[in-house]
C-alpha cells in the first residue's frame, strides 16, 4: 500500500498525466511480463541463490522450477512466503510495470516485450518437447516434424484471419509471411519421402 502512495505522489510531482485506463494492448504485455517475471522470480532454479537465505528447497516442480519452502524467524517466515509465490509476487512485479508505464513508457514496453517474448519461446519449447515426445524422440525427423508443424500453424492463423497483415501487427506479419507457403512446400517434400 505504501508504494501505492509514494507512486500517486510521485506522478502528481511529476506532472505527468495519468491515463484515463490502460489500452488493452499494454494489458495483454503486462500481464504475460508479470507472469514470467513473477515465475522467474518465484520458481526458477536459476533464482535459488537469491531466494536461498528465506527458504528451504522441498523439491523439483517441473522444468527448470522447484519448489521452495519459507524458513527462519522473524521477517524471514513472511519474505520467505513473498518470494516463493509467484501470485504474491505478481501484484508488486505489476505495479511496477504501471508504474514504469507512466514515468518511462517506452524503456517498460520494451522490458516487458523481452519477458513476454521469452514467455513464448518457453510455450514454444514445452510445445517442441510434447511434439518431440510424441514422435517418439526421433532427433532430426522430430525436429523437423515440428518446425512443419510450427510454420503450418503461423500459415492457419493468417488465412482464418488471426494474424493480420496491417497495423501494430506487422512484426507478426514479418514472421507469418515466409513461413506460410514454406509449410505447405515442406511438408509435402516430407511427406513424399
Not at 7 to 35: F, K, M, N, Y
Not at 75 to 101: D, N
Amino acid at each position: 500500500m505504501t508504494h501505492r502512495v509514494a507512486a500517486v505522489c510521485l506522478v502528481r510531482r511529476s506532472e505527468r498525466p495519468l491515463p484515463e485506463r490502460p489500452r488493452p494492448d499494454d494489458l495483454l504485455l503486462l500481464g504475460i511480463a508479470t507472469h514470467k517475471v513473477s515465475r522467474l522470480r518465484a520458481k526458477d532454479t536459476v533464482t535459488s541463490a537469491v531466494r536461498a537465505p528465506f527458504t528451504r528447497y522441498q523439491g523439483p516442480a517441473g522444468e527448470g522450477e522447484v519448489n521452495d519452502a519459507a524458513r527462519g524467524r522473524g521477517m524471514c517466515p513472511a519474505l520467505g512466503e513473498l518470494i516463493t509465490c509467484p501470485f504474491c509476487l505478481g501484484q508488486w512485479v505489476v505495479a511496477f510495470f504501471g508504474y514504469g508505464l507512466v514515468f518511462a513508457p517506452r524503456v517498460t514496453r520494451f522490458v516487458a516485450g523481452l519477458f513476454a517474448a521469452l514467455t513464448v519461446a518457453d510455450f514454444v519449447q514445452y510445445g517442441y518437447d510434447r511434439h518431440h515426445q510424441a514422435a517418439g524422440g526421433t532427433g532430426v525427423s522430430a525436429s523437423f516434424d515440428f518446425l512443419i508443424w510450427l510454420m503450418g500453424a503461423f500459415d492457419d492463423a493468417v488465412r482464418e484471419g488471426r494474424v493480420h497483415h496491417k497495423g501494430e501487427n506487422q512484426s507478426v506479419c514479418l514472421l507469418c509471411w515466409p513461413l506460410g507457403p514454406s509449410a505447405r512446400v515442406l511438408s509435402a517434400t516430407y511427406a513424399a519421402r
